[in-house]
Nanobody
């Protein structure tokens, strides 16, 4: 079992910044994935950034829509995944979810939303123009 808890979020004007935090606890193996996803009403959930964590390192994979604006940072010892969001746009408004895939043999296993079996409750981000 893995527990995922998000914090952060809120409202900001376009061009502003927000920081989201995620803590995953429980049975995570030596190679696993953490990710941030987002969803707006009426749309499918989309991947924002996923991180493949393995012995000795990690590798992030950003969606094209957030490259250059969003940055993840991870504390492996605490299984945390923070998402720094800069230069926010109204299109970034969504419910943001943190999720965990407790085991993945390779990095591409982190790219599939269906591979994530544990999800947080979500935190709302609203960007006004």
């Amino acid at each position: 079992q893995v527990q995922v808890v998000e914090s952060g979020g809120g409202s900001v004007q376009a061009g502003g910044s927000l920081r989201l935090s995620c803590v995953a606890s429980g049975s995570l193996y030596s190679r696993y994935c953490l990710g941030w996803f987002r969803q707006t009403p009426g749309k499918e959930r989309e991947r924002v950034v996923t991180l493949y964590i393995y012995h000795g390192g990690s590798a992030p994979y950003y969606a094209d829509s957030v490259k250059g604006r969003f940055t993840v940072s991870q504390d492996n010892g605490k299984n945390t995944l923070d998402l720094q969001m800069n230069n926010l746009k109204p299109d970034d408004s969504a419910m943001y979810y943190c999720a965990a895939n407790p085991w993945s043999a390779s990095w591409d296993g982190c790219l599939r939303e269906s591979a994530y079996t544990y999800w947080g409750q979500g935190t709302q981000v609203t960007v006004s123009s």
